[in-house]
């Protein structure tokens, strides 16, 4: 994960769209400030393709409040999105909006 300033500046940026190995392609990634809701620029990180997922790790800059927000999740061949955070893993909803907003934005070959 990206904590502090300096990894996000030496993090590799995450193209998108993102093309896996296994024909996922995930047009692009929205994430939004962790303090303002702001939408996050700059996407930056690591992408790990497994088997049966795709795992992010990955942060945005927030410009107005001059943040970094980081993000952890995984996408599953199955149509699973899971998000790491402070508790584990959780699985995001299929009812929420940014589930459906991130679904809309990723294909099969």
Not at 69 to 91: M, P, V
Request: proline fraction near 6%; charged fraction near 20%.
């Amino acid at each position: 994960m990206i904590f502090t300033p300096e990894q996000y500046i030496n993090a590799s940026p995450i193209q998108f769209p993102y093309e896996s190995k296994t024909g996922l392609i995930i047009d692009e990634f929205v994430g939004h400030c962790k303090k303002c809701h702001n939408t996050v620029e700059s996407i930056k990180g690591i992408v790990n393709e497994y088997p049966n997922c795709i795992e992010f790790r990955c942060a945005g800059v927030c410009h107005p409040c001059k943040l970094i927000t980081s993000f952890h999740f995984r996408y599953y061949n199955d149509g699973r999105i899971l998000h790491n955070k402070d508790a584990g893993w959780t699985e995001i909803s299929p009812k929420s909006n940014w589930y459906n907003k991130f679904v809309n934005k990723i294909k099969t070959i």
